[in-house]
């Protein structure tokens, strides 16, 4: 974290405008609490945002959103990510001068991790269509920055668990898109992301009890629930299919049953990918699902 933050700090200073940064703690089970207050001791420009619980990424996003300084002239969403290079907070705001009132930073994935995205953001555009949730999906941002027009439009919309991958693109401004490369080479780039999966394990271990996983997880079987329904019956439409004096009617609801859990199963999948994405779905007229604890700094 520190390194991380030591990176955006450099790219802000070297500019030499005015910056404050605001962290959302949300329900951390780790140590990246007492690093985050440790580190705003030093730096009055850090503001700490904690919050009564893990309520998702989405819901971090909108908190945090929600108590910047309206008089900044832009708001950038960046991930504690390690593989962030120096350098690409500077650019991410050269390209806003460029009369960009949207940007979209996008680390470049090669091999099995571009795959992988791609599937991950067509599952998470089937959840979408499934579960009636407005939007166009942008796919898997890194860092975004927005004009304040564009935050105080994103603000002020009555959503409480703001998913921003689809409400970008509500309001109407173009998005411009660059690419970046990771801050390190292959082999220390797997170093590290092995280094960190060390430091998170214990918090990941923490986090199952919670409620969004359980959700998640009961998603997902359900999912291999309805899978396992369709091959047993699959299986038991062939027996029939190799019987003489089985009525028709056996068949029939045999077959329509594999074909329901068939197309049953991806659903419940799809629900599982997004909400692991964007934690569980809430309506928009619904309280806020977060409340703030404390504010450092």
């Not at 941002?141 to 994103?154: C, E, G, K, P, W």
């Not at 080479?185 to 060390?198: P, S």
């Not at 214990?202 to 009890?209: C, N």
């Not at 999912?223 to 699959?234: D, E, G, N, Q, W």
């Amino acid at each position: 974290m520190q390194e991380v933050l030591a990176k955006y700090i450099a790219d802000l200073k070297s500019m030499g405008v005015p910056y404050e940064i605001i962290a959302v703690d949300d329900g951390c089970t780790d140590v990246s609490g007492e690093i985050l207050l440790s580190i705003a001791k030093l730096n009055r420009n850090i503001r700490i945002i904690k919050l009564d619980g893990r309520h998702g990424k989405q819901a971090a996003i909108t908190a945090g959103m929600a108590v910047s300084d309206p008089k900044a002239s832009v708001v950038i969403l960046a991930d504690v990510d390690i593989l962030n290079p120096t350098g690409i907070v500077k650019r991410i705001i050269n390209t806003y001068k460029e009369g960009n009132p949207i940007v979209y930073a996008q680390r470049e994935l090669h091999g099995a991790d571009y795959i992988k995205a791609r599937l991950n953001d067509g599952m998470v555009k089937i959840g979408l269509r499934l579960f009636a949730i407005d939007g166009k999906h942008t796919g898997k941002v890194n860092m975004a920055l927005y004009s304040r027009d564009v935050a105080d439009i994103i603000i002020a919309l009555p959503d409480k668990n703001k998913f921003m991958r689809t409400m970008d693109t509500w309001v109407g401004w173009k998005i411009k898109y660059i690419t970046y490369a990771s801050g390190y080479n292959k082999d220390e780039q797997a170093d590290k992301m092995k280094e960190l999966q060390l430091k998170l394990k214990p918090a990941i271990h923490a986090e199952l009890w919670r409620d969004k996983t359980r959700e998640h997880t009961s998603s997902l079987w359900y999912a291999l629930s309805t899978l396992a329904i369709s091959l047993v019956l699959f299986c038991v439409g062939i027996l029939f299919a190799a019987g003489v004096s089985v009525p028709y009617w056996a068949h029939l609801m045999v077959w329509l049953g594999f074909v329901s859990a068939a197309l049953i199963a991806p659903m419940f999948y799809a629900r599982a990918i997004l909400i692991k994405r964007i934690g569980v779905i809430h309506n928009a007229k619904t309280e806020k699902i977060y409340v703030i604890k404390s504010v450092v700094n």
